[in-house]
């Protein structure tokens, strides 16, 4: 199932936000064609890197896109991409980006070309200065309730959370203003600020109301959950495991599974708590983690999985990438979500397709990422009608490159 | 600019991810129908929670919604909340849930009543089993790279941000099967589980791909950023900011706001490397961060600030989420994706419109979320044409009931 099978964007980005975002909706059948200069963008390189250089950051990010190589630093160049954004079939004219709106980009610009672009640009600030993931992450609060109880100093979070966020709500963006498209006829420019998609969230999640009517923040808590049970424990063999327990359901099986219901009823006299309350395993849960604790010290982590799997028990390992990659049939070619796929210039990577799944279609196979300019020729054939002799003097003339070897 | 005006969306939901995809798509001009069960579902009374016991999480996660009680525990009631979800409006038929789908909510139940039914059912693990944001995470690997350097222990995140990820998932795959439904007039059943946005973000993100290219995992960096020049520091008054160079321009940036310019050439020829290269900052970060660290230790928050922005550095402070409401601009009524609103139970609150912007059109107003029930009577009126008489039965019957204050 290809739901968007026949919708063109043209992205023209780097980084991780607006690339995301085109890859998402690449894995869901769209035509994404990415332009970059001759050479790469400001991305091209990033890190993770392989031995020959190869970006393997780059390389996850554009995923099933067709790459696109033009001189943007010569007027013809720029003229080039802007025929490819403004190009006038029906189900294309959509453009995502996060380069500055100005200039040869600027809506009026595009938009006297093509009236009905829909054109969705990621910026950092709202006023439009510059924001990236970590210093609006800095600002957002959430590293000052990460980390360990008592903890003086914020800690941030490995994961690029605002940058996926913004890629997410960008592709959101996109399919709301082109489902306005095909009912009123007109486009739209849609502007994303990774503040504000970082600053609306922590108020959508409650830390911001929280905070304005208490007067107060939310500590670090270190591994534990605020609002029920929740906190990693270790296991004999030096595993540690993450366990749940937020509704009366979780907390029945825990209780099941690791036998600490006799010494229930005196904690909760001794702590005035009524375990079945939510709230209470909350306040109790240093209480809670002590009954717990010589359980998991006793064991393995394969007698924990064994004994909390066969009682329900919502819980986890914690894994490094490597024990996912080797340990969890989650992430391997045993869900088909997932696939050995050989990568142009890298080799065979287990690579993802959309995490959307149909039950009653076969699944998508998930593609690999393209080299840098691979697609050239044949999308300035076929989305510009440009001739195979039109496109080899634009060659000769330095103005567009195809594919090489990119290290 | 309401971009999704006229669609309609059912939401049978609990805990983050569901009700996330529901907000947004309100937040966006949907008209998105909640129904939970009498006295509310399993999130209704989850931390953070007013003084009078309202709860600050459930009302952050329904705004702008219509509320609908109904007792699920009668076969009427069931009806009542199928026939609301299978209403056979053009512009409805669209079910957003992370209740089981079996029983009265199976698949085939449900499109039997409306072929063509686009159906987005959030799942735990791919095979259905239970798993949640904590236990994911988890597994994902991305615990066990957050934290300071050398860490032994995996640091959690306080971000729901699997849950965040997988909600704003669920509303592109609804938005783009209800496109494919209105070119081909079939409807959907989309499978979303918080394990497979999880694991496909970390192999999307580079993550996955690096531990199976080297075999190794990315360590905890503290606050460092990965391939590239960004760390914290701290202020004389006691402040922490971050600080990143990842381009070029923002090294440069950097280097002249901060006056180390001179002692660089040593400093690369101390390490043999050239900064202006990205992977070379990288290498060489805590040589740039000696040279830094008493740039910041001599100046308050208020002088960093003076002197970074006046050169345009990437950068920003840590803020507690008071210090996000009371200091920052991009959190407060002064940025109009944020307006002071009214919540029923609750009071004034600073509250989030989406973070979507549509320059050449008035600001969409933030909207309060409803009491629990309280568009039960104008829903059942309105979308199954029930008469006021029996929807009054119903009441007392039991089978619906309206807005109660929610303490």
């Known amino acids: ?30 035509d994404v064609i990415r332009f970059d200069t001759i050479g790469g963008g400001l991305d091209y390189r990033r890190w993770p890197i392989t031995e020959d250089g190869v970006s393997l950051y ?20 720029r003229e080039l991409a802007t025929a490819l954004i403004t190009a006038p079939d029906d189900d294309a004219g959509v453009f995502l980006s996060n380069f500055p709106a100005s200039g040869w980009l600027a809506d009026d610009r595009l938009r006297a070309r093509r009236p009905d ?49 913004t890629g997410l709500n960008a592709v959101i963006g996109i399919l709301a203003a082109e489902r306005r498209r095909r009912i009123t006829g007109e486009g739209q420019l849609v502007k994303l600020s990774l503040a504000d998609v970082a600053f609306t969230m922590v108020a959508n999640l409650g830390f911001l109301a929280q905070a304005q009517v208490t007067h107060a923040n939310r500590p670090p808590l270190g591994n534990d959950m605020y609002g029920a049970f929740g906190r990693d424990f270790a296991t004999r063999d030096g595993r540690r495991v993450m366990i749940v327990a937020i509704s ?15 010494h229930l009823p005196a904690m909760e006299r001794a ?36 004994a909390l799997d066969e009682h329900g028990v919502c819980w986890g390992p914690y894994q ?7 340990d969890d049939w989650r992430a391997s070619a045993e869900n088909p979500v997932f696939g050995e796929v050989d990568h142009p210039g890298i080799g065979s990577l287990l690579t993802p397709a959309s995490p959307l799944r149909f039950p009653t279609e076969p699944p998508v196979a998930p593609a690999p990422a393209p080299l840098l300019g691979m697609h050239t020729d044949e999308v300035l054939q076929e989305v510009l009608g440009l001739s195979p002799i039109e496109v080899a003097r634009m060659h000769d003339d330095g103005l567009v490159a195809s594919a090489v070897p990119s290290s």
């Open 1 to 30: 199932m290809q739901l968007l099978s026949g919708l063109r964007v043209v992205e023209g980005s780097a980084f991780v936000a607006a690339p995301l975002g085109g890859l998402t909706l690449a894995q869901l059948g769209a």
């Open 58 to 77: 780059w390389a996850g990010l554009n995923k099933g896109k067709r790459s696109v190589a033009i001189d943007l630093s010569r007027p013809e160049g």
């Open 117 to 165: 672009l829909v054109y969705l640009n990621i910026v950092g600030n709202p006023d439009e200065s510059t924001a990236v993931d970590y210093t609006v992450n800095a600002a957002s609060g959430i590293a000052t309730a990460t980390g360990p109880v008592g903890s003086l100093f914020p800690v941030n979070h490995a994961l690029p959370a605002w940058d996926m966020a």
């Open 248 to 262: 009366l359901n979780q907390w029945h099986t825990l209780v099941r599974a690791t036998g600490i219901e006799e």
């Open 271 to 306: 702590f005035d708590a009524d375990f079945t309350k939510e709230e209470d395993r909350y306040r109790g849960r240093d209480a809670i983690a002590a009954l717990l604790t010589p359980w998991f010290e006793a064991r393995s982590l394969d007698e924990v999985r064994k």
């Open 320 to 326: 490094t990438f490597t024990q996912l990659l080797d």
